[in-house]
């Protein structure tokens, strides 16, 4: 549960860093290869890149070891650890409301998983048609969203894109956890394994996804879908595919009320201002303003002496 708390705030650095790069470049690279050519020559991209590769590093651990519907639950703390890090880095301050929705999230996973209590996977003996199926199921619902996003603009693009990344990150951890489901054989039985190297394939693409989602606009818009996305997909990759188990009767009303509560937290956190441009352009409007006030002195200085010229 570790690894996966330290993923999550892994990819909410990288979101931060990576929007604060993929803003900045014209409307028309939207869902273009070029846009990522471009962001490769941005230091600050790249640290994203590297948190959330090193993010990526972490959820992989974590799910060789632990069931995919608790890991990946937990991945939706990315979305206060973004709050966090924007306030750290834009130098602003949580509200109280934020904090509150925090708190709540963390009260609502944790009576999620405990209502849900889904016990240990059977990933190993997944069929070949239940993959194709799930595959097909999965690719057709993210082939959907880039669909309809293509018909959208600005705000809407960017939530529409969200939530097919979501999807996409959701495939990914389906795929990693079945090429570590035979790990204790060896490495080689990871490297052998066909979904080893589609997750490699559906990992890009849905980083592809992701900066194009941050850069038709702002996390606000584009967190929602992202984080809640993920994990939802990621619990029905468990259930149905990894055969995990979760409790029924009243602990999966519990389950089904935290779950209604994490939703809530989610939405509160969304509308936070530390996940707009805004943040960024106050902070950059208050630096012009200490600039006029340290420019105005000078010119003040300078009055008596031109005072004291004679008149043309």
Sequence with gaps: MLLAVL???????????QRREAR????????????????????????????????????????????????????????????LLSSLLLHSRMRWREWGAVA???GGLAGLLLGLSPSADSGAR???????????????????????????????????????TGCGFGLTAG???GATANASAGIGSVFAAWQLYAMLAVGAGS?????????????LAV????????????????????????????????????AAVVCAAVLVLTRSPLLTDDAEGAEGAEESDRAEHVEQ????????????????
């Design 126 to 164: 997944a069929s070949g048609p239940t993959w194709a199926l799930a595959l097909g199921v999965n690719a057709l619902l993210i082939a959907a969203g880039v669909w309809w996003a293509l018909s959208a603009d600005g705000t809407r693009r960017a939530a529409i894109l969200g939530v097919a």
């Design 175 to 177: 795929l990693i956890k």
């Design 297 to 312: 002195p000078r010119q003040e200085a300078r009055s008596p002496r031109q005072a004291g010229r004679p008149l043309d």
């Design 207 to 219: 980083m592809f996804l992701l900066q194009s989602a941050v850069h038709a606009g702002s996390l």
């Design 24 to 83: 900045t470049r014209p409307a028309s690279e939207s869902l273009n290869w070029r846009l990522v050519w471009h962001l490769l020559h941005r230091p600050v991209w790249l640290g994203g890149v590297t948190a959330v590769t090193f993010g990526f590093l972490l959820q992989a651990e974590a799910l060789a070891n632990g069931k995919l519907s608790v890991v990946e639950s937990l991945l939706v703390l990315d979305l206060p650890a973004t709050l």
């Design 223 to 258: 967190q929602p879908g992202l984080s809640l996305g993920d994990p939802v997909v990621s619990v029905l990759w468990g259930t149905l595919v990894f055969g995990e188990k979760v409790r029924s009767g009243l602990p999966l009303v519990l389950a089904a009320a935290s």
């Design 7 to 17: 993923a999550a705030v892994a990819n909410g650095l990288a979101s931060v860093l």
């Design 104 to 106: 709540a999230m963390a």
